[in-house]
């Protein structure tokens, strides 16, 4: 890695900190005497994400229940709303912030008490708003009714409930009018919910969400202040790392599974877990979703406190329509990822591709192609580490195919025990390291 870039790595988040500490979002640190672990940041954390991976019809009138998973908690939350790919200012009549009854996973129902009113006041609009927006305005001091431009996101005031990790959120949201296509994330894996008539997104009970959907509408963020550690992973994907293949209602997705081991580590190293996989997406061209070049600001380097990112893109590109026929052009993109990344002081790990031998998309050039990938990402020094996906889930039998205890069915995708194979592959010091050299 060359000194300028480590310059940039350690000035970046430097100048961030003195950014958000003149509006009031640090305070002052003080440490008790014989503490050994530091002292959480008080920042934001990013603890869930869902990338705009399209638009839907709009259900004007209708109250939406997202239901969304934490990765790490905090003492207070924020969320971000999308009108990215909406092609009319979406008019929104009302936001609530609510903790969804535990041991309940299929219910629209709130804890008793637990319902906020998400407000906004204006400091969040902006695509790609970043660690310091809406983050100026205290809980409460904006309105409730707010209008997201078109291809803009929009982040709430500060929302005081104390969030869990591993926890599920609910964010209802209540769209008065039609403001046409609606910016959603197709595959949630979750079941969400819909009130068809009237502003239903302050009831507790969710006996009016008579319908459900196995989108996300709108939301697509929730960061947290006062997680025990500050900073963020995100994963950078398609469908496999969207979960396809898993099991719904579970959180089974190979970056939830991530969460699951870092909070096995001391909670002063735990960080957030963003997933910001599309199905379907590549990695150069739009098609499902805009190509993961188009949306990195948005979907990565403009979340709050991201640390480091892990990238697995590439299959789509390779077996689609058009193909990728030449290795260069996938590690040309590589490191532009890198190179975008590093000047944000953001750590990249570099995910090889996995087999899809028996897949029907599968031929023997395509295969070719994937092998010079991998072999470029594990020996041309593009990421700053590597996690060898494709060695840990391969048939050592039939390397071009997925072990068939990790298969669902179509030869490409995981089911629960390969989405934790994919997790465990992640090696944790290179999430948590202050930087991270090459490889």
Known sequence: MSRAIMFRRLLVPLATALVLASTGVIAEARSAPGRTAPKPARTWTGTWEAAASGTAPALPGASIRNVVHTSVGGRAARVRLSNRLGTRPLRLGSVTLALQLPGAPGSPRAVAGSVRAVTFSGAGAGAGAGAGAGAGAGAGAGAGAVTVPVGRDLVSDPVPLRVP????????????????????????????????????????????????????????????????????????????????????????????????????????????????????????????????????????????????????????????????????????????????????????????????????????????????????????RIFDAVADLDAAVRDPARPNRILPAYDPGDHLHFNDAGMRALADTIDLRTLTAKRLSPR
């Open 165 to 380: 990790a591993d926890a599920n959120l609910l964010v209802s949201v209540h769209t008065p009018a039609d403001s046409g296509p609606a910016t959603y994330h197709r595959s949630a894996l979750q079941a969400n919910f819909v009130a068809p008539g009237g502003d239903r997104t302050a009831q507790e009970s969710g006996a009016a969400y008579t319908t459900r959907v196995g989108s996300w509408y709108y939301v697509t963020g929730v960061d947290v202040l006062g997680a025990s550690a500050a900073g963020s992973v995100v994963a950078l994907g398609d469908s496999i790392t969207d979960g396809t293949g898993s099991s719904s209602d579970a959180n089974h997705r190979w970056p939830d599974r991530l969460a699951a081991r870092l909070r096995g580590l001391p909670a002063h190293r735990r960080p957030g877990v963003l997933n910001a996989g599309i199905s379907g997406n590549r990695l150069l061209l739009d098609g499902r979703g805009p190509s993961a070049l188009t949306r990195l600001d948005t979907d990565v380097l403009s979340r709050a406190g991201v640390r480091s990112v892990i990238v697995l893109e590439g299959i789509n590109d390779i077996k689609g329509t058009p193909e990728q026929r030449d290795p260069r052009a996938l590690e040309d993109a590589y490191r532009l990822v890198v190179r975008r990344a590093h000047a944000r002081g953001i750590g990249v790990i570099g995910g090889t591709i996995t087999p899809y031998g028996g897949h029907g998309a599968y031929t023997p050039a395509r295969e070719a192609v994937r092998q010079a990938v991998n072999t470029a990402i594990r020996t041309h």
